[in-house]
């Protein structure tokens, strides 16, 4: 089946089950670490790397990347996917869903908002992930700490009364 090109990626309806937010019945896609490193040059910081298994019809709920400067290169199958960077394009809304194939790769410059990711076609899509992020991200959260579902944070919002 064709992805919808023209859904606005706001008409996504997220969910919450057994405590993992998701698009509604889809799957989520998996993280698997490749390697950690805390390069001289870039003190405070990690470049890391996830292997990101997306099975067929999975798609990750909009979300940041914990303050992160993310590469990613498909290795299998394709996926398509819309960034919104304000912090390179002040007002901007972003540019459309783009579908990327194997060999194909794409930059989320901190604070990136990657509004829209999801496997494309009839088998399971898989890119590796590499993040320059802060130490202290990785420290206190993990892994998780790449991946910030805004539907969390407006959760913990409410939860805190803010």
């Known amino acids: ?73 498909m290795t299998k199958g394709k996926m398509l996917n819309q960034m919104v960077c304000p912090c390179h394009e002040p007002d901007s809304q972003g540019t459309g869903p783009k579908i990327y194939s194997v060999g194909d790769s794409w930059y989320e410059p901190p604070g990136c908002h990657h509004v829209r990711s999801e496997t494309v076609g009839d088998e399971d899509a898989e890119f590796t992930a590499i993040f320059m992020v802060e130490k202290e991200t990785i420290d206190k959260q993990g892994l998780m700490g790449l991946v910030v579902i805004d539907a969390a944070v407006e959760e913990a919002k409410k939860a805190s009364g803010a």
């Open 1 to 73: 089946m064709a992805p919808d090109m023209q859904m606005r990626w706001q008409d996504q309806k997220v969910v919450k089950k057994d405590g993992l937010w998701m698009v509604e019945g889809r799957p989520f896609p998996r993280l698997e670490p490749v390697f950690q490193e805390s390069p001289a040059n870039a003190p405070n910081h990690y470049i890391l790397a996830t292997k990101v298994v997306s099975p067929v019809n999975s798609a990750t709920p909009p979300h940041t990347h914990g303050g992160a400067a993310v590469t990613a290169i």
